[in-house]
Every structure is written in C-alpha cells, then in structure tokens.
C-alpha cells in the first residue's frame, strides 16, 4: 500500500508569508518551535532559511529586499521566481492566525517522523534472522526523541540521534580541540565577561548582591564602567526581578544614574498587577515568552534576580532541580 506523506502546503505557505509580512511578530516564534526541517516543500525550506539569515543579520525584510537577496543568492529561481515570491508576500492577509499554521506544520512533520520511524522499525524486523533487541532499543530512542521534540518544541534535528552515535562524533582529543576553528566570543564587560557566558552573584543576605547587579547592568546598557570593568559597548539588558518592590528598585536606579533605554525590567508585582501573571521561570512556557522577548528586543545579557524568589514548585537544594 502506497504511504501518503503527512504535509500541508498551505499550512507552510501560511508560516512563510507569516514572517515576510509581520517579520518583527512572528519571526522570534518561529525560531522557538520550527527550523527548515519541518517544512516538507524543499523550496520552503530555502526561503526559511534566507528569511532567518536576513533576521539574524539585522537587515530588514520586504518584498523588494528579500526578491534581491534571492536573486544574489542565485536562488531566486529555483524557488519559483519572483511571482512565487509575490504570491507568498500575498498569501495570507495578516500574521494574526501564525500560531496556527506552527501547529499545523509541526504537527505534520511530527507524523512524518512516526511514519519513517515506523517503516524503519518494519525493514529491520524483516532482516533475517531480526536483532528483536536493537530493533526495540532503536524504536524506543527514535519514538521518545519525537514525542520530547514535539512536547517541548525542539528544532534540532540532532536530538534524534542515539547517544552512542552523539559521543562518537562529539568527543575530541585536546590536538583535535586545539585545531578547532571557534568563533571569538564578544566581550561584554572588562575582560572576563563575554557573550554566551553564565554566571552566579553568591553572598551572604544583605551584602550587595543586588546592587552590585543593578550596577553591572548599567555598566552594560550605557558602555559605560564599573570600577576597571569597561563595556567596550552599550548593549540591551533584561533585568528580570522577583523580589523587590518597584518603588525601591526604581530608587536604586535613581542612585545609580540608570535611565538607559537599554536596560529593560520585567517586575513580578507590575506583571501580578497589569496581567495576573505570576512571574516563574521553571515554567516552559514563561521561559519560551522571556526567550521569544530578548529575541525580538535584541536583548544580549539577562540577569535574573533571584533563582528562590523567581522559580516555584521546585528545590532549590535538589540535584535534580
């Protein structure tokens, strides 16, 4: 019997002029829950990818802009042509139904994974005679990959591999690791702060903790310094609060001078009093809004003030936490 592939085009075409039409809404959401790989259409694939290169570069997006980068791609077409591209700028009338073409396209792709998953599992039983164990172990693996990937939003393909094949083609030698060609990380603040980097303010209540942070954050935002810390550059700061009271966060501010528009606070008692939103990051779903925020806002550092006060319904002592 002939196997008809899960897919939706309109669905694809959806999510596509999705991001042409309202890049800045719909673009950061995308990036959380779909990459090329759940597109079925390959010449989808290609226009998403050129649509996040354009993102991640900071170049705007529009129909002429985005026609020409296609064209100097030499990709324009192999994608249809210009008409094809104009049809997608025109396809849906606004982003405002995005979320559901997400779903759709991922929920599709997640049935095009069981059903190769399943046809595999088929071809091995039919070896002679059948390994029934690696079969199972390899059933298993490929069934929790796809079910945790469609739970929790996952983009990476790579999360499907077996772990055996993951550490073959990740563990290196140190001559290996020592010819690696790596991307020199921008420094931030003095020179052991860079991007990419996560650290801990540790001390004894009522030592400074905050203070200090508030002070690294307005170091960062303005490119200003803080002692012989220099931030080469200003950079957009989320300062993510769970214990004070806005009125003394703002007259710590006020003390330190900071009044940078790019130094942003998310308040647990301004987000209680104007949505009724508790403030939690051990929730997914906050987590995937504050993520989907720094993305669109081009926020670079994000300090969060303080794990016990911000995160619920966990340990903070536990291994496991």
Request: charged share 25%.
């Amino acid at each position: 019997m002939k196997q008809i592939v899960p897919q939706s085009i309109d669905a694809e075409m959806g999510v596509l002029g999705s991001m042409l039409i309202s890049p800045y809404d719909t673009i950061p959401e995308c990036l959380l829950k779909i990459s090329e790989q759940h597109f079925f259409v390959p010449t989808h694939r290609t226009i998403y990818n050129v649509i996040v290169d354009l993102w991640n570069a900071g170049k705007p997006i529009d129909l002429i802009i985005f026609t020409q980068e296609l064209r100097d791609r030499g990709l324009l077409e192999s994608v249809g042509g210009a008409a094809s591209v104009t049809n997608l700028f025109s396809f849906v009338p606004t982003a405002a139904n995005v979320q559901y073409y997400i779903d759709i396209v991922r929920e599709k792709r997640d049935l095009r994974e069981v059903q190769a998953a399943a046809t595999e599992c088929l071809l091995r039983v039919s070896q002679q005679p059948p390994d029934i164990a690696e079969t199972l172990s390899f059933a298993a693996g490929r069934f929790a990959a796809i079910q945790h990937n469609s739970k929790n939003g996952s983009v990476d393909p790579r999360a499907e591999k077996n772990w055996e094949d993951a550490l073959n083609e990740s563990v290196v030698t140190a001559l290996e690791l020592n010819d690696l060609e790596l991307a020199t990380r921008e420094k931030l603040l003095g020179d052991w702060f860079c991007e990419g980097d996560c650290g801990f303010i540790s001390a004894f209540r009522g030592t400074g903790k905050t203070w200090l942070a508030l002070a690294m954050a307005q170091a960062l935002s303005t490119g200003g310094k803080l002692g012989d810390w220099k931030a080469p550059a200003p950079v957009k700061v989320l300062y993510v609060d769970g214990e004070m009271p806005p009125d003394l966060m703002r007259d710590r501010c006020e003390g330190l001078e900071a009044s940078s528009d790019n130094l942003q606070f998310l308040n647990h008692e301004i987000l209680f009093e104007r949505t009724g939103k508790v403030l939690n990051i051990a929730d997914p779903e906050a987590q995937r809004a504050i993520t989907a925020r720094c993305m669109n806002t081009g926020v670079k550092v994000v300090f969060l003030d303080n794990l016990s006060t911000l995160a619920s319904g966990m340990k903070e002592n536990d291994a496991d936490s």
